[in-house]
């Protein structure tokens, strides 16, 4: 039977801080760290005055802004927004941004992972990549109602004019919050044909507290807390004390999901309602 000790947990916290020319650079998981191979994740903080330019190169990048600098920006594609909380960029091979520390220091949240060959792609162009923040985003509720969360990439979402949110199956990433007593079903993750060593797959804790179940051991999380699963380790993640925010990690988004545990709503969710009184539409994962 799995247990905690099948899955690695890496405070980032207390992880080494690099000195780069941007500021600190602490590596939170990769193949020597944890035995993820599709995945790379860097917590990095962007000291006040300094620019971090990620650069897709022939690597899909995700940034995503943990922590706001006062007066920071994100530049991308000739435009400019503000580096606020929630924000960031999908950089797709061949595109570049820049993320500015203005009045103060920029903590970003850096995930990197290698072009996905052909069979998970299914089809998909590819790119190009874009900007993002919780008001281009479309929130989604579980049936439960305990767990709301935005896509930050996920190919099946569709924005409200119809299209795809995101034109690659390389990464599957975004915020969750649990509520007060909100949890997963206990699930596990494994391959498919195009795929067939799974999804590396990490969860990264912000705000309050939780604990992860795997067989019949767990762990409490702190925030700021690293946890990666290797494909087939059935887990569940609990809300403990209060709500929970985190951030979830999928690559390469090819992957099949197992409910394990004898829970009627399993993984059903579904898009926040357009106007007030519309019939909820569900999310169509396939």
Known sequence: MATISDVSI????????????????????????????TLTVYRRTVLEGRQFEPQGSDDYHLVYVMETSKDGVI????????AEEGAGVLLVPGEKAGFEASGSDL???H?????????????????????????????LSDASGGRVRRFCAESTV?????????????????????????????????????????????YMTFKGRGVVE?????????????????????????ALGGPLDYFEMQAWRSFKTNVLSEEELGLRWYYEP?????EPVEWDQS
């Open 158 to 202: 569709r924005l409200l004019d119809g299209s795809r949110l995101t034109p690659t199956n390389a990464i599957q990433a975004g915020e969750m919050r649990y509520h007060e007593g909100g949890s997963s079903p206990y699930h596990q993750h494994v391959g498919t044909d195009a795929n067939p060593d799974g999804a590396a797959h990490c």
């Open 107 to 109: 903590e970003l949240l």
């Open 75 to 82: 530049s991308f594609n000739g435009e400019t927004h503000p």
């Open 214 to 238: 795997v067989g019949d051991t767990s762990q409490e999380l702190e925030p700021g807390t690293l946890v990666y699963f290797p494909p087939g380790v059935p887990h569940r993640l609990r």
């Open 111 to 139: 995930m990197v992972t290698p072009k996905p060959p052909a069979g998970v792609e299914e089809g998909l162009p590819g790119g190009p990549g874009y900007f993002f923040n919780r008001q281009t985003l479309r929130p």
């Open 10 to 37: 890496i405070n980032s916290n207390t992880a080494e801080a690099k000195p780069v020319e941007t500021g600190l650079e602490r590596t939170i998981c990769g193949d020597d760290l944890c035995g993820s191979k």
């Open 274 to 278: 357009e106007s007030e009184g519309a």
